[in-house]
């Protein structure tokens, strides 16, 4: 499943675009102060979501994940993500909280609901698989164009297209660890990158700022380990990497769609090493507490 659902995000995108210039209801207003929640993955997006909404200067943005919200601080709207929208952590949160809210939810009329002020529902992008990969994306997308407008996002869905034809050289499958950088919004989809292929195909990975990179996690780069950055590479580290033998994977993909390689990768490593991608061991397609 993990396979099909990686394949079928540029049409999701689609989707997600056209519900966007449909007009949605809960999403915040320019000067807002707003936290992001989520569980997982989600909190990556929310990362992600929190940094863009903040870098186009339209109010501070705090990404959190469930039980670190901390109560009592005033926020001007909550925005949950839980593809689920069972994740007890959400429910919880969502059920004590006295600012108008919203979920973004694969599952339309959940218990997370049932407490937001306002749900949207990306039913189209719902998966089987346990392991999120075009919920995610189709999310961000979604709030991205919340930020930017769905008509600078308008070759996403293209640029999708593009990473799932890229290619993916066998080098990348036998790596004996990775690295995963970002900067900015990015830096959430370096952590998601790290949590994909740790969830489908059991595999070492990390995820840091990326100028973090030179306080110590260099001290592991050697030859047959990749260093995968998302979005533009800081001016000289490139350079550090090359240096330790290990492999620099940087794009010209938009990084949104540069998460599309990686899922693939992810499927491809869990099939080299005979794993199931849609079943990671000791996980659920949500945690309930
Ligand atoms: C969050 C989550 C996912 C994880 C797995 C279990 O779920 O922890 O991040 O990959 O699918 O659930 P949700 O709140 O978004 O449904």
Redesign the pocket.
């Known amino acids: 499943r993990t396979a099909i659902e990686v394949a079928s995000q540029p049409g999701t995108w689609r989707e997600a675009l056209a519900l966007h210039a449909s007009g949605l209801r809960g999403l915040p207003g320019a000067g807002e102060r707003v936290a992001v929640i989520?569980?997982?993955?989600?909190?990556f997006m929310a990362q992600s979501y929190a940094a863009l909404r903040e870098q186009a200067g339209q109010g501070e943005t705090d990404a959190f994940t469930a039980t670190e919200f901390p109560a009592g601080r005033p926020y001007d709207r909550i925005v949950t993500?839980?593809?689920?929208?069972?994740?007890t952590e959400?429910i919880d949160l969502l059920a004590g909280s006295a600012a108008p809210s919203v979920l973004i939810?694969?599952v339309a009329g959940g218990p997370?609901a049932a407490s937001a002020d306002h749900e949207i529902v990306l039913d189209f992008a719902d998966e089987e698989s346990?392991?999120?990969t075009r919920?995610?994306t189709t999310a961000l997308l979604l709030l991205r164009a919340s930020v930017v407008g769905a008509g600078a996002l308008d070759t996403l869905p293209e640029a999708a297209e593009a990473a799932l034809t890229h290619d993916l050289p066998q080098a990348w499958v036998d790596a004996d660890q990775i690295t995963f950088l970002g900067t900015g919004w990015t830096i959430g989809l370096a952590h998601e990158a790290a949590?994909k292929m740790r969830?489908s195909s059991q595999f070492w990975t990390e995820s840091y700022p990326a100028m973090e990179y030179r306080h110590g996690p260099i001290s592991i780069a050697q030859p047959g380990r990749l260093v995968w950055v998302f979005g533009p590479t800081p001016a000289g580290l490139a350079d550090d990497v090359t240096a330790t033998g290990a492999t620099l994977v940087a794009s010209d993909l938009d990084p949104l769609a540069h998460l599309v390689l990686l899922h693939r990768l992810a499927v491809a490593r869990a099939e080299a090493r005979g794993l199931d991608a849609d079943t990671p061991r000791n996980?659920?397609?949500?945690?309930i507490l």
Do not use: D, K, N
């Open positions: 989520g569980c997982g993955t989600s909190w993500i839980s593809r689920s929208g069972t994740t959400i939810t694969a997370a346990v392991v999120q919920f995610a949590l969830e996980l659920t397609r949500s945690v």
